[in-house]
């Protein structure tokens, strides 16, 4: 049966891989909701934390924890129907144990520093204030209290492995326990199993080298489908450190991408850069395609539910609920707009 199941998924991801990319065919336009588709020392921050949101008049306690930590993997510029096409095998056979889709959305600008911004700090452009999407220290930090923030003043161990320097401007310093930037994939991966060595209540894992060589020889091209293969592997290897430690059991791994690429290029609103895949495994997880619509925002809210950590009143993100079996409540603020 498990042959069976890993077979249907491959085959799915292999149909995304195929498809052309017309809207509503899993790789939808920017301003509908999809269903799914079937397969950085400084002082500390001012900023006050936010109340959790009251999702009604009353304030409801935050639930318990359902992990121990929340490792959150992002493929630089990979588009769900590279998943296939690469294939990237070990994220294919994961998906047999994983909640996932491959209609999520990414926010407009559709660019590496902005959308893991919203990635990360649960909120759209508009409120975390970063357009830029080059390494500009003068410009300072994402505005509000996003996932690192909340983490780190629950005493979590806060750590991010990243392969651009521009990353270190997602979150303030003194958010962050452990920030190391490396320029390879390799270095990053074995950086963020070092980093597993020593424990972490969130780790965010930046792979960088296939959206770098998407943009000198092409979208979906050969030599990007090499680099994504690879970064595969690396993926293997993060998650037998996982086992290796005793860690497996108690971490939520979310597996995601900041946009897609067209050509040489992104940063627009196609379809094509815009639209990317959501994968997450781990505990309290129900396996299966989602049929919710998913957002960026929505990474950083479903790890700080899963940690059992507050959700900041402003975060545009809401947690996968479906993901975990439960019904999906209306959502109290709109999907990030395409309009900047």
């Known amino acids: 049966m498990k042959s069976k199941r890993i077979l249907s998924v491959v085959a799915i991801i292999l149909l995304a891989a195929c498809a052309p990319l017309p809207a509503g065919d899993g790789l939808g336009t920017a301003s509908t909701p999809l269903a799914a588709a079937a397969p950085p020392t400084v002082q500390p921050s001012e900023t006050p934390l936010p109340t959790p949101i009251p999702p009604t008049a009353t304030v409801t306690p935050v639930p318990p924890p359902l992990a121990e930590r929340v490792l959150i993997i992002s493929f630089d510029g990979l588009r769900p129907d590279a998943i296939g096409k690469a294939p990237m095998k070990n994220l294919i056979a994961l998906m047999e144990a994983s909640a996932w889709t491959l209609s999520a959305q990414t926010i407009f600008p559709s660019s590496a520093l902005p959308s893991h911004a919203s990635m990360l700090g649960g ?152 639209t990317i895949p959501w994968i997450v495994t781990g505990p309290g997880v129900i396996p299966g395609p989602l049929a919710s619509f998913v957002q960026t925002t929505d990474s950083a809210a479903t790890a700080a539910y899963a940690l059992g950590l507050p959700l900041p009143a402003d975060w545009d993100g809401v947690p996968v609920y479906e993901a975990f079996g439960l019904p999906a409540p209306p959502r109290i603020h709109e999907a990030c707009q395409y309009t900047k």
């Not at 759209?124 to 500009?136: A, E, F, L, T």
């Not at 270095?187 to 060595?197: D, F, K, L």
């Not at 979906?220 to 994504?228: E, K, T």
Request: hydrophobic share 45%; charged share 20%; aromatic share 10%.
């Open 123 to 274: 909120v759209c452009p508009d409120k975390h204030g970063v357009y830029w999407n080059s390494y500009v220290p003068e410009n300072g930090y994402a505005l509000g209290a996003g996932l690192f923030d909340i983490a780190h003043a629950a005493g979590l161990r806060t750590v991010m492995v990243v392969g651009k320097e521009k990353m270190r401007q997602i979150t303030e310093p003194s958010s962050l326990d452990s920030f190391i930037f490396k320029e390879t994939d390799l270095s990053v991966a074995n950086m963020a199993i070092a980093e597993i060595r020593q424990g972490f209540g969130v780790m965010f894992v930046h792979f960088p080298e296939a959206d770098v060589l998407g943009h000198d020889w092409n979208w979906m091209g050969l030599v990007q489908m090499s680099a994504y293969r690879k970064q595969d592997a690396h993926i293997a290897a993060i998650l037998a450190a996982l086992d290796q430690y005793g860690l497996r059991d108690g971490t939520l791994v979310i597996f995601t991408a900041d946009h897609g690429g067209i050509g040489h290029s992104h940063g627009g609103n196609s379809p094509e850069e815009l």
